[in-house]
């Protein structure tokens, strides 16, 4: 064999090496933008609004009263409530009636939960406004609680604006959470879950829907903006 011919068959075998190199690269045409997670609420039809759009709804008014749900709402307190099960009652829901897990709850297991970022959002833009503001909490009351101290610390709340934080509980005739609101005469009330959202709509007062983690403790997860309320958009965290 000729150093030509010797040549040309290298650039042969070349060729069709490359060729089978490229056949097994498998590529896709990109058809359309795609979404990431916190992309996926706006492919649903609700009324969606911001921490913005609410200021400047409020924009000229003079300080209010707003009250928020603590639990998925100002805070992501799923991990206290799992311990809760699995140290309670790992095979039902009842540790949620027993006084000594809300003994906890209300106290040293605080630690394990973590503030959400909206609520910090929300609660930054109502302290600029002046408005006061209030925790009611579906939690069952306890002798003694440090949440109230807890809350203030992660929402950086003075002592001069922190009320101590309501609790409504399960006892219906007692603590109802409309009566709360309207006892203080909230103006907002803002939560996750549908008791809050009709609690507002109760009392005539504007409800703010937050979402609720997918990967909360407390499920199924609610339909958000099924009462036609507004929702905050990602508000999940």
């Not at 639990?71 to 009636?97: C, H, Q």
Request: charged content about 25%; hydrophobic content about 35%; aromatic content about 10%.
């Amino acid at each position: 064999m000729n150093k030509l011919t010797a040549a040309l068959t290298s650039i042969i075998l070349i060729l069709g090496f490359n060729d089978v190199l490229q056949a097994k690269v498998f590529t896709l045409d990109q058809v359309e933008s795609g979404v990431n997670s916190t992309d996926l609420p706006l492919c649903h039809t609700v009324h969606w609004v911001s921490v913005r759009q609410i200021e400047k709804s409020l924009e000229g008014k003079p300080p209010i009263a707003v009250g928020f749900d603590i639990d998925d709402t100002v805070i992501f307190s799923s991990p206290g409530f799992y311990r809760g099960k699995i140290e309670y009652s790992p095979n039902d829901e009842s540790y949620l009636k027993n006084q000594q897990f809300w003994e906890k709850m209300n106290n040293e297991w605080n630690k394990f939960s973590m503030p959400k970022k909206i609520g910090i959002e929300l609660i930054k833009m109502h302290k600029k406004r002046g408005d006061d503001i209030y925790f009611i909490t579906g939690r069952t009351e306890t002798k003694i609680e440090s949440i109230t101290k807890q809350i203030q610390k992660m929402m950086h709340i003075s002592d001069s604006k922190m009320h101590s934080v309501i609790f409504a509980g399960d006892d219906k005739n007692k603590n109802d959470k409309a009566s709360w609101i309207k006892k203080y005469k909230l103006e907002i009330y803002y939560g996750d879950a549908d008791e809050d959202i009709i609690a507002a709509h109760e009392s005539n007062i504007r409800g703010i829907r937050i979402l609720r983690a997918s990967n909360s403790s407390y499920q199924p997860l609610p339909k958000a903006g099924k009462f036609g309320e507004e929702v905050i958009i990602k508000s999940d965290y």
